[in-house]
């Protein structure tokens, strides 16, 4: 699990990002696109509300930090509604460092090896969380 100091580093390096958090998003589907332009298709051609809800969604999960077990419904079912989307688990490894890439660019020299690390295992937990919700709606469709 995640340790108190982790979610300091994660919390504090995020309270960085949300006054840059529209240059953030833009920074964020650039690079996406720019290392999975095949992924480009599952996105509405109009970003604006995406780059919203991923804002949203990555200030949701931080803030919920200290209470995992709380938050891991709403990541599941997160997971689930990206199955309908078109996600695969070969888009988790690719989004998780878009967001390290991303982190480090709007950072900078912010963005040390600590925090670098606490975010890793953030994300790993909620890829981790996504993936069985996921997975686990895949099971629901195919019982159908």
């Known amino acids: ?6 979610i300091a580093l994660v919390r504090l390096s995020f ?10 998003a ?27 809800k991923l ?3 990555v200030a949701t999960a931080v803030g ?9 419904p709403a990541v599941k079912d997160l ?4 199955v309908t989307y078109g996600a695969t688990a070969a888009h988790y490894d690719v989004v998780g460092a878009v967001l390290l890439w991303t982190l480090e660019h709007a950072l900078k020299a912010e963005f ?11 994300y790993d937990v909620l890829a981790a969380t996504m993936l069985a919700g996921a997975a ?3 099971q629901l469709q195919a019982a159908e």
Request: proline letters at 8%; a neutral charge.
């Open 1 to 6: 699990m995640l340790t108190a100091h982790e």
């Open 15 to 24: 309270s960085r990002v949300v006054p840059i958090k529209t240059a953030f």
């Open 26 to 52: 833009d920074l964020f589907y650039d690079r996406l696109f720019e290392v999975a332009p095949t992924v480009r298709v599952l996105f509405p051609p109009d970003l604006h509300e995406q780059k919203r």
């Open 55 to 57: 804002m949203t969604m």
């Open 64 to 72: 919920a930090l200290n209470d995992l077990p709380g938050l891991i």
């Open 79 to 82: 997971g689930a509604r990206h």
């Open 112 to 122: 040390t090896p600590d925090i670098r690390a606490a975010w890793t295992k953030v």
């Open 136 to 138: 686990e709606a895949v």
